[in-house]
């Protein structure tokens, strides 16, 4: 008889195995749908830590991460940064009052200013060189006032523009965040999926182990069965650290999202079931999209600040017309009669030349105007594309979850059905091992397809805009 010689087969079941492994590690990433928010949105400021461990479902963590996400606490910085520049340009067009009450002690040399008096002696009189000292008060209230200034008027309507900006932003800026906690929530369900996956592979492993290794003994199936099931047995078990190592990082990941103290530890309390999508029309969510993303509104704000910007840069060529005054009252010192005191005067400035100024203004807001228009008609397709992408997602995801459900049924029917042919001596390991293989990639299949369906999901909710309410809605 022939002696066949198994090495070439365990090389390579060990590089399938490792590739297994390495898929494991990483865990279900490609969603297929727009990457989640990075930067400032993968930071926090840390709240206080909690005693024992916390129990966090996804809500909480979404709650959580619109409290303490280092994107959402700068974006409303941003909005009272554009409230403050709304009350500088409003400054320019509301009256300003002053109070300048004073007293003075005076006394003043007449010749300092160049008056010599030298008169006869036989007129009987002189006029002193040195006048005082002498004390007076006055006590008014004054007020300057832009009566009208068309540039200044524009710019106050755009900075009101920039502040409605801000305030939408700093809305979808929220829907990020909801983006960003979703991601990480999912991908930590997904990773401790995968380890109770490489748990259950290698309690299989271990079963067949000692299953080969016994009829080793008996004598009833040659060493290099026992030696396959070995190296199948070590290389669940090194998936398994793999995938607990991938779960502490991505609860590390996760915790940084939403502001939990360093070391605080905690557990999900959630877990992702399948739950069917219903259907919605590409109309429907495009017209949803449109009336409800915060950075669309946003966009609209910007082109129409950007409109009374250039508006305020030709109104630069009409006169202003000022008026400031003040009135009070006045007397000697000391007991010197109260007189009323006040002063009026309104003044027109008509520009005759001004060096090329206002024409340079002018240049700068068009250009600032047409990439506005530019953007918001950019945002306007990435939409589109948003809304049409998580919809290709939700259906090709949700039939990947269906398909890989019947797949793990199967999987798991050859599975028995080859352990019962090895252990009645009519096949070896290798047929066990490959059909343990198979049941392994199926449960990964239906981890990531479920993982994808399921940020499909997050991923429509940020489309659609108001992503807070959308998961509600689609994860009751």
């Known amino acids: 008889m022939r002696r066949r010689s198994y090495f070439p087969i365990l090389l390579l079941a060990s590089l399938v195995f490792a590739a297994q ?23 926090s400021v840390p709240a206080q830590p909690v005693a024992g461990t ?41 009256p300003h009052f002053t109070a300048s009450p004073f007293v003075d002690t005076s006394q003043v040399s007449l010749a300092e200013f160049g008056f ?41 309507h755009a900075a009101s523009q920039r502040v409605t900006s801000a305030q939408h932003t700093y809305q979808d800026a929220r829907d990020l965040v909801v983006l960003a906690v979703g991601y990480s929530y ?60 991938a779960v502490e990082i991505e609860k590390l990941n996760l915790g940084r999202t939403i502001g939990l103290a360093p070391g605080q530890q905690f ?56 008026a400031n005054g003040d009135y009070g009252t006045a007397s000697q010192i000391p007991a010197g009669g109260f007189h009323t005191v006040y002063d009026v005067k309104a003044t027109l400035s008509i520009p005759i030349w001004q060096g090329g100024v206002v024409r340079g203004d002018v240049a700068v807001a068009d250009a600032q ?8 008609d950019n945002l306007r397709s990435q939409i589109d594309t948003d809304v049409r992408t998580a919809l290709l997602n939700l259906q090709s995801s949700q039939e990947q979850v269906t398909v890989a459900q019947s797949n793990i049924d199967l999987a798991e029917q050859t599975l028995a059905q080859a352990r019962d042919r090895f252990s009645a001596g009519v096949t070896d390991t290798v047929e066990v091992v490959q059909a343990q293989e198979a049941v392994a990639s199926a449960h990964e299949d239906y981890i990531s397809a479920l993982y994808s369906f399921n940020y499909a999901k ?9 992503a807070e309410q959308g998961v509600k809605e689609f994860f009751k």
């Open 186 to 245: 999912l991908q930590v369900i997904s990773d401790e999926s995968q380890v109770e996956t490489a748990q259950a592979q290698v309690d299989t492993a271990q079963a067949l182990y000692d299953q080969a290794a016994d009829q080793v003994t008996a004598g009833t199936s040659p060493a290099i069965d026992g030696l396959r099931a070995q190296v199948e047995l070590k290389t669940r078990q090194q998936q398994l650290i793999a995938a607990k190592n």
């Open 116 to 156: 010599s008096f030298h008169f006869p002696p036989t007129l009987g009189f002189s006029i002193p060189s040195v006048v005082g000292p002498f004390s007076y008060f006055d006590g008014r209230v004054g007020m300057t006032d832009s009566v009208l200034d068309l540039s200044a008027i524009n710019k106050t």
């Open 369 to 376: 105007l047409q990439q506005s228009h530019d953007r918001l």
């Open 54 to 94: 916390l129990p966090l479902s996804m809500q909480d963590a979404i709650d959580r991460g619109l409290k303490q996400n280092l994107g959402l606490l700068i974006s409303n910085t941003d909005v009272n940064s554009a409230s403050g520049q709304r009350w500088q340009a409003l400054s320019a067009i509301l």
């Open 21 to 43: 492994g390495a898929k494991a590690q990483g865990g279900p990433t490609e969603s297929g749908g727009p990457p989640p928010p990075g930067g400032d949105y993968n930071g």
């Open 458 to 466: 997050i991923s429509l909710a940020r489309a659609l805009g108001a």
């Open 267 to 322: 557990d999900l309390t959630d877990r992702s079931p399948y739950s069917p999508f219903q259907g919605m029309t590409v109309d429907e969510a495009l017209k949803r999209a449109y009336a409800s993303r915060s950075d669309f509104q946003a966009a609209m704000a910007d082109v129409r600040a950007a409109e009374y910007s250039k508006r305020a840069a030709k109104d630069e060529y009409y006169p202003t017309l000022a």
